[in-house]
């Protein structure tokens, strides 16, 4: 029940019934999780009355997408008369936008609700202010009472001032847009909700999307972030076919980053990792396999899918209400 609010937007029952849940049964969450749920129910007892989001569209929408400079997908933001690029983050929880970005589109900020967010990946914590947006358009697309987590400008600018990211817009708005086309740089957002091969290989995770990959004969769940440039495996990975990686790879450090800062972790390079969807197959290259937890994996996501997966096929189809993501040629 509780998860069903968060994604209906339903924000003061989310913080009725998450109160509820950490103050009867906090004995069954992890530390890590406890932690992490104490966090989210901040968010939901600060914007608790804030109005549902609401997605206004027409029956077919097509978006110009462009590439940044780190190769990730932007879409155009409308606000009034002015248009900025966001990246488009499946992986992102809650959207996200700049200080100065805030001001420009009128987000109205959420008195006294600085929150702690801590990395999926890296762990780090970074406190963020919470924001409204009345309206915001995607090319003909309105959405209404957009939450956005407002991090300072520095938390999102990145090789020394080289590559700045405006604002995010993440998985709760993309999630309502029905189903997604992605070919080349063009989305085509539809209401037709067919699978046409009738997979049926995501799930969601509170507000994180999870893909289900075929590996030699195990059907293993991934985070699926559209906002990630590279794949990567994980500890669980790592543990449960640890001697042939050991066999066929190289010890490494590698260096992940994002708003709360970077870290090394102790990793595994692989040559080649070959994983299926559907009946697509998927081959991944000079493969990173962390040795150590990833914050985002919670001991059970067997890594993190990003664009190089993505990058493979002429168009990715997603559809969040009949739960598949389907890859074509």
Not at 35 to 44: H, M, T
Not at 139 to 160: R, W
Not at 221 to 246: C, H, M, N, W
Request: proline share 3%; aromatic share 12%; glycine share 8%.
């Amino acid at each position: 029940i509780y998860d069903n609010y968060v994604k209906l937007f339903k924000y003061k029952e989310a913080a009725s019934s998450g109160s509820y849940l950490l103050q009867n049964y906090s004995s069954f969450y992890s530390a890590d999780n406890l932690n992490g749920e104490r966090e989210a129910l901040k968010i939901w007892e600060l914007i608790k009355d804030v109005p549902v989001q609401k997605v206004i569209q027409p029956k077919a929408e097509t978006i110009q997408m462009k590439k940044d400079l780190a190769k990730l997908w932007t879409v155009p933001v409308k606000q009034t008369d002015s248009v900025y690029d966001f990246v488009f983050d499946s992986g992102d929880g809650i959207s996200t936008i700049t200080e100065s970005y805030a001001r420009k589109l009128n987000i109205s900020i959420v008195s006294d609700s600085t929150v702690g967010i801590t990395s999926g990946l890296t762990g780090n914590i970074t406190y963020a202010k919470l924001g409204v947006a009345p309206k915001l358009m995607l090319n003909n697309i309105e959405i209404h009472n957009c939450v956005f987590l407002i991090f300072p400008d520095s938390a999102l600018t990145f090789a020394n001032g080289a590559y700045k990211i405006n604002g995010i817009i993440g998985f709760p708005i993309i999630k309502e847009l029905g189903t997604l086309h992605f070919t080349g740089d063009q989305l085509t957002v539809t209401n037709d909700h067919t699978s046409k091969n009738g997979l049926r290989n995501m799930i969601m995770d509170q507000l994180k999307p999870v893909i289900y990959l075929k590996y030699k004969n195990d059907f293993l769940p991934f985070t699926f972030d559209s906002g990630a440039q590279g794949s990567i495996f994980s500890d669980v990975f790592y543990r449960k076919y640890q001697s042939e990686l050991e066999q066929n790879g190289k010890s490494t450090d590698f260096k992940i980053g994002g708003a709360s800062g970077e870290k090394t972790l102790s990793a595994l390079r692989i040559p080649e990792i070959k994983l299926t969807c559907g009946s697509n197959p998927i081959i991944l290259k000079n493969c990173v396999i962390s040795k150590e937890k990833l914050d985002t994996n919670s001991d059970i996501y067997y890594g993190n899918i990003g664009q190089d997966v993505i990058g493979q096929f002429k168009t990715m189809i997603i559809n969040f209400k009949e739960s598949y993501i389907v890859f074509e040629n």
